[in-house]
């Protein structure tokens, strides 16, 4: 079944260290993004990409890194300069199209990132 | 300033009946979409349904139905029949202009449904 895969589902940050959160997709979908979703809070986006090798900043993209060197798969890492990195993050992924359509994305199920 | 608001942070409705909830956006953008989206407990966020700023009928897909108020700015989802797998939280989002995968999220109802 075509889908979004996030993995892991539960990660767990010491002080100081960088952390990879891996998404990887088998939708064919070119466009790819990354949400960030605190308690009591719609989502917020971190940062996207329409084609491979290519991604623009979202509105919190401070304190996060992203690459996507393939279609399939855009991870995000949550650096040390994230000072507030728990959080629920959501990828996402959907078609390049008309407005309206573009818009219509498929989510994975989300990693809960925690610091200790 | 808060583009999308829903004011109501929770609410039960009893199966089989409809619900309504609200949503009010704000934008001086002319051209613009409103979104709907369901995550159960599991997390992940489903797409619901979309309307147009230009489109001039309601939205409707299935159950959902958008009660779209341009002058009002408001986009209430009504869920119609409810059943015990509609209980999750349901977000509304907005895009502004051609704001390419930019969607603005308001922080959510959540909707219990009771036998």
């Known amino acids: 079944d075509g889908g979004i895969t996030q993995s892991p589902k539960y990660l767990f940050r010491k002080e100081g260290q960088n952390v990879t959160l891996s998404c990887e997709q088998n939708l064919n979908h070119d466009a790819m993004y990354w949400y960030r979703q605190d308690p009591g809070q719609g989502l917020r986006l971190i940062y996207y990409s329409q084609i491979v090798n290519d991604f623009q900043k979202g509105d919190i993209a401070e304190g996060y890194s992203v690459s996507r060197e393939k279609k399939e798969s855009f991870p995000l890492t949550v650096t040390s300069a994230q000072k507030n990195p728990t959080a629920f993050y959501l990828c996402a992924s959907s078609i390049i199209s008309a407005v309206g359509v573009r818009e219509k994305l498929f989510f994975g199920s989300g990693t809960q990132l925690s610091v200790l | 300033a808060q583009k999308i608001t829903q004011t109501q942070p929770g609410m039960f409705v009893q199966e089989k009946e409809a619900v309504t909830l609200d949503c009010t956006y704000d934008?001086?953008?002319?051209?613009?979409?409103l979104f709907w989206y369901k995550q159960p407990s599991s997390g992940e966020m489903i797409f619901l349904i979309y309307q147009g700023s230009y489109d001039q009928q309601n939205a409707t897909e299935g159950r959902y139905s958008l009660n779209f108020q341009k002058a009002r700015k408001s986009a209430n989802l009504v869920i119609s029949a409810s059943q015990l797998g509609d209980s999750a939280m349901y977000f509304c989002?907005?895009?502004?202009?051609?704001?390419?995968?930019?969607?603005?999220f308001g922080a959510g109802t959540q909707v219990v449904v009771t036998p």
């Open positions: 934008t001086s953008d002319p051209s613009y979409g």
């Open positions: 989002a907005m895009r502004e202009g051609d704001s390419w995968g930019k969607l603005q």
